[in-house]
């Protein structure tokens, strides 16, 4: 009996109706905005290098090309099958990963996903996509995230469909071809920056852009890690894991939301929390000892903090 699949993982279906016809889906031009970024970001060929959702390796066989060290992944064993026979001497450069659950014990400097993000439609999957990204890139890393869309409309296709055959139009011969319909979710900027957020990464900058042939019209996004709570003043492990379990995971969150929400946030949680906790959390922000801080925010505090009991 065939295991379930996920609709994600349509993909696979429509590279071997294609490849059976001796086509290729993609073309073979490689995407401007990766070489631009990692210019502009200045990414080098001694770095490691993740991509996910490789698919017939237009991009990772342009930078392996060019001597960068990558490891190009796709949820598709087709996929990474076709590549491994066209690049036969970097073959162990191409690997089966599933980017939702899988996780590799090594962390990267660079990230990148060229149109993989929009074939996620739950939102429980995109949250598991951009863990992968905060999970497997270095303190210092960078990710670049290219996503179907122009930013503006918001649109999803219903995912019971996405194994069903749909006519499309083969765009380098012209051949009409019964594939795979797979899934698309298309969404605007705020909610790109909001699932960043909600997962702890920062978007550093963010634009639309054109990879042609193969994607007209693409948002991208480049973010980071935010980061660590315990590199802020006044937030010892016992603050940081009351903090966290609060769902304020980085320094970032905390300097967002500010000292009196993050405080009632751990107060729901731990009753018995007090000024000098708050006081701790302001210190934190403003980067000051929390017996430092100037008397009339102290004595603001206090007032919030008896306001609540
Ligand atoms: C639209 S294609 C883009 C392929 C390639 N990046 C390109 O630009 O030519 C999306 C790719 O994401 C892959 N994908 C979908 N879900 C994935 C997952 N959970 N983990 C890894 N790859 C995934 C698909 O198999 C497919 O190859």
Known sequence: MQEKREYY???DDRYKQV???QLQWFSNINSQIVDEIINKYEITKEMKIIEIGCGEGRDAQH????????????????AINYCKSNCPEHANSFMVLNCLTDRLSSKFDFIYAVAVLHMLVLDSNRIQFYRFIYEQLNENGIALI??????????STDISTAFDLQPRTHEQTGE???????????????TLYREASENNLTVIESGV????????????AVVKRMNDLISMRNIGKELKKKLQYAGIAT??????????????????????????????LEGAISDMEYNQLPDDVQERLKK??????
């Open 9 to 11: 993982e349509a993909y």
């Open 19 to 21: 490849h059976e016809k």
């Open 63 to 78: 930078l392996i090309k060019k001597g960068y060290s990558l490891l190009a992944t796709d949820i598709s064993p087709t």
């Open 146 to 155: 290219c996503t179907i869309g122009d930013g503006k409309k918001q649109s």
């Open 176 to 190: 009409e071809l019964c594939i795979a319909g797979t899934s698309c979710r298309i969404v605007n900027f705020e």
């Open 209 to 220: 852009t054109s990879i042609k042939p193969d994607f007209p019209v693409v948002m991208f």
């Open 251 to 280: 320094a970032d969150k905390l300097k967002q939301i500010g000292s009196y929400e993050a405080f009632i946030r751990i107060k729901s949680h731990y009753p018995n929390v007090c000024l000098v906790h708050l006081m701790a």
């Open 304 to 309: 919030f903090s008896d306001s609540l009991k």
